[in-house]
Structure formats: C-alpha cells, structure tokens
C-alpha cells in the first residue's frame, strides 16, 4: 500500500502574553514588543495536523477520521479555546514556555503524537496565528 499524508485543520481562539516574569519590563518589552502587554492579546488560531502512514487497503484511509477528529478535540480545542495560555494552560504559565506559535507547535505534537492510532504517525504541526504567520513544527529535536 502506498504512503499518504492527511492534513485536519481545528480551530480555537486564545489570548496569550509573551513575557518572562525573571526579566524586568523594559527587557520583556525590548525583546516581545507589544505582545508584552500585561493584559495579553487574542488570536483565532487554525492548527493543522498532518498524519502520515500507509493506505488501507479496504478503506483507503491513512487514519481512521473520527478517531483522530476526537485526539484534535481533546488534546488542542477543548485544551485551548476560549482560554487565556499563561492563566489556563500549566505548560505556558508565566515562568514556563512562552505561548509562541513554535511553543504551541512543539506542544500539540507531543500530546497529538502519543494519543494517534496505529498504523499512522505525525509528520506536521502548523499552528496559524494569522493569515501571513504561522509556525511548524516536524518533530526534530
């Protein structure tokens, strides 16, 4: 059977604060700008997901759809939506990670990639804080 790749887009809205709470004001806002803002800003995110593995040879199918719409569900939308990242996730709290689009990336893949079925693999994680900026992630470390 042939390799394929899929690709589902989620979407979810969130506001985050790039800050690091060791540093003073004046270094937060020299190095993030105006993300800095203590009181945070807000995306609608788009999170692409690409699986790949070989094809099945009675459905065709790399993954089994609504197995991994449920993993997207839980692991990114229900996580993330309408949530404040360094209030409501612990791993972008202040003195974590920093909620940067490569940070969520590098995230999603490690909680998407433990939960995926058998027979497929993550190969890609793009997460779009707009329509001219995203970041990917493709698992190296």
């Given at each position: 059977m042939p390799t394929a790749y899929l690709t589902r887009t989620v979407q979810f809205s969130a506001a985050h604060r790039y800050f690091r709470p060791e540093w003073s004001d004046a270094r937060n806002i020299e190095t993030f700008g105006a993300c800095a803002s203590p009181h945070g800003h807000g995306h609608t995110y788009m999170c692409e997901v690409t699986v790949k593995g070989r094809t099945d040879p009675m459905t065709a199918m790399v993954v089994d759809l609504v197995a991994l719409d449920r993993v997207l569900h839980e692991e990114v939308v229900a996580r993330y939506d309408h949530r404040h990242l360094n209030l409501d996730a612990p791993e972008f709290a202040?003195?974590?990670?920093?909620?940067?689009?490569?940070?969520?990336?590098?995230?999603?893949?490690?909680?998407?990639?433990?939960?995926?079925?058998?027979?497929?693999?993550?190969?890609?994680?793009?997460?779009?804080?707009?329509?001219a900026l995203w970041a990917e992630y493709h698992g190296e470390e």
């Open positions: 202040y003195g974590q990670a920093v909620p940067t689009g490569e940070a969520l990336c590098v995230e999603i893949w490690r909680r998407v990639a433990s939960r995926l079925p058998s027979g497929c693999v993550l190969a890609k994680v793009r997460v779009r804080e707009e329509p």
